[in-house]
């Protein structure tokens, strides 16, 4: 059984999705919800996606807390919310950078209680209530980090949570999540804004309009949320600019293959890159 009682914190595309994935399911615990928003509980709440609209303080009544928030802020509910929590209760959450996380939540759970971190691998550019939708998890990865002090009964219980939403679950170390994640995903975000952000700052103007395809499927991830991924390369910059600087690397061995127009060695290059994209 997961629980009697889920608490969701943070109503927009992450959180406003899960409460909507538990609607209906057979066995599905009752949902509360809490938003600074007025106008996302009241949209979850006439969808049926949340039972109750609470505040902070009420939702550590919960058996399962998930706080859905961007990482930094995060981190003061998560501190908040866990000294209030009952014994054998659970805070999880779904941040993208896992580590310091991690350390916060098991300093800050109240006696019996436990922190599990959490990151869902799922999303769009979009982000609140609006863009919710129930199907997100469906056939996607859930990663669940275990650390010192997790008691199995108690990731089992995060686990089948992500399960009853639709995702498959992995489990993987706090620190070995940054440094994936910094690559798979915190340096592709970085490199899309920089790209988009070069191309903004041009003495010439480019009309975007004239855009071909790859530059609209490349950076169509920097049009997500800026305050969630100032927070994300914050929390786990130490990753991202070793991920840079191996980045650039790889980019200065592309521009010297440029520069003295070396056919063999660009073919290989682009060949090698195809490849490793064509594995995915």
């Not at 002090?149 to 995060?158: D, K, T, W």
Request: hydrophobic share 40%.
């Amino acid at each position: 059984m997961i629980a009697q009682r889920i608490g969701i914190v943070g109503l927009g595309l992450i959180g406003g999705s899960l409460a909507l994935s538990l609607k209906g399911k057979p066995g599905a615990p009752e949902v509360w919800g809490c938003d600074r928003r007025k106008e996302s509980v009241r949209r979850a709440r006439e969808a049926g996606a949340v039972a109750r609209a609470c505040t902070e303080t009420e939702i550590a009544a919960c058996d399962i807390v998930v706080v859905c928030v961007p990482v930094i802020r995060s981190l003061g509910i998560i501190r908040r919310i866990g000294k209030r929590m009952r014994p054998g209760s659970v805070v999880t959450d779904v941040g993208s950078a896992k580590a310091r996380i991690v350390r916060v939540g098991q300093k800050s759970v109240a006696p019996g209680a436990e922190f599990v971190g959490g990151h869902p691998i799922a999303g769009t550019e979009n982000s609140g209530y609006a863009a919710a939708d129930p199907s997100l998890f469906r056939g996607r990865t859930s990663i669940v980090t275990p650390a010192a002090g997790n008691s199995e009964a108690a990731l089992r219980r995060v686990e089948a949570l992500w399960r009853m939403a639709g995702a498959r679950v992995v489990r993987m170390d706090p620190e070995m999540h940054d440094h994936v994640f910094a690559y798979v995903s915190h340096l592709p975000h970085a490199v899309a804004y920089a790209l988009v952000h070069s191309v903004a700052t041009l003495n010439s103007r480019v009309p975007l309009g004239y855009s071909a395809g790859g530059f609209r499927d490349f950076t169509r991830i920097a049009s997500s949320n800026p305050e969630m991924w100032k927070d994300i390369v914050l929390q786990n910059r130490v990753e991202i600019l070793r991920a840079t600087a191996h980045y650039r690397r790889n980019f200065a061995l592309l521009e010297g293959l440029i520069r003295g127009g070396d056919e063999k060695g660009l073919l290989a290059y682009f060949r090698k890159a195809k490849r490793t994209r064509d594995r995915l």
